[in-house]
């Protein structure tokens, strides 16, 4: 009955997605315990309880005994599945987070391209330029041993889930992190804001394919094979695309009226 509750509550607010149908699946198990091994259990143990013979007590009892670990059993291996499934999720939303403390560590850099033009090399900048590519040097570093400890842990859990819709997403998830170079464009970013090796606009582009590599992965971590829910993360991710489309817009704009200005 908490179940049906919990999940009716998802259909009221249209919350749909992985987790939704594995307490659906916990549900229909319960179910039929209740129909099938429960009624088995509970006659047991009424036999335990109204039977004379003490031998054939203690045989009920045994027999219950034995239906109710199956039961436990059973539910034990639910539990495990749905933190399986709230660990891919967790996953996934970690990533999001890095996904968007390095876009906004890209930004920065874009803004210090910006400021510096053609200067190449840190002795040329001024003190806030220098403070703020001390700032990304702060930033990226962490980036790349956070996400580092989060496809370690995506790694660990690949050998964990082995069968099911769980694992295909796991699987394709890591295999998508290292094709796409997630850990070597972190790596090569961090490496290019060293002030000795300093090469910013090309830092700037591989953290642009860092942030789009995490975005990839943590969609496959729990994108559903259903239209509905491919429709929903395409129309969330059109979003994103827009955001970024107003914000080059925006700064194009500042662009040209300082432009104009110098100009005059």
């Not at 987790?19 to 259990?41: F, H, W, Y």
């Not at 370690?152 to 890591?174: F, H, P, Y």
Request: proline share 1%; glycine share 4%.
């Amino acid at each position: 009955e908490q179940l049906e509750g919990v999940i009716g509550e998802f259909d009221r607010n249209g919350i749909t997605g992985e987790d939704v149908k594995v307490l659906r699946a916990i549900r229909g198990v319960l179910d039929r315990l209740s129909e099938k091994e429960m009624a088995t259990v509970i006659e047991f143990l009424q036999q335990s309880c109204t039977t004379t013979d003490p031998a054939a007590a203690s045989r009920s009892a045994t027999e219950a005994y034995s239906g109710q670990k199956a039961i436990v059993v059973q539910l034990q291996q639910l539990v495990l599945e749905y933190q399986r499934q709230q660990a891919l999720y967790e996953i996934s939303l970690r990533l999001k987070e890095l996904a968007t403390r390095q876009t906004a560590n890209m930004w920065q850099g874009v803004a210090l391209a910006k400021a510096t033009e053609t200067k190449t090399s840190f002795g040329a900048f001024d003190e806030n330029q220098r403070i703020s590519l001390r700032y990304q040097q702060s930033e990226q570093n962490p980036l790349k041993d956070e996400t580092a400890a989060i496809l370690g842990r995506l790694e660990r859990l690949t050998k964990e889930i082995t069968d099911g819709a769980a694992a295909e997403r796991a699987n394709a998830a890591v295999q998508q992190a290292r094709e796409g170079g997630l850990m070597a464009s972190l790596a090569t970013a961090a490496d290019e804001l060293k002030e000795e090796k300093l090469k910013l606009l090309s830092a700037i582009g591989n953290e642009k394919k860092a942030r789009d590599q995490m975005r990839e992965v943590a969609r496959l971590l729990i994108l559903s094979p259903e239209t509905t829910d491919a429709l929903k993360q395409a129309i969330l991710e059109l979003d994103r695309a827009i955001d970024t489309q107003k914000h080059l817009a925006s700064e194009t704009a500042k662009a040209r009226k300082e432009d104009q200005i110098n100009k005059q």
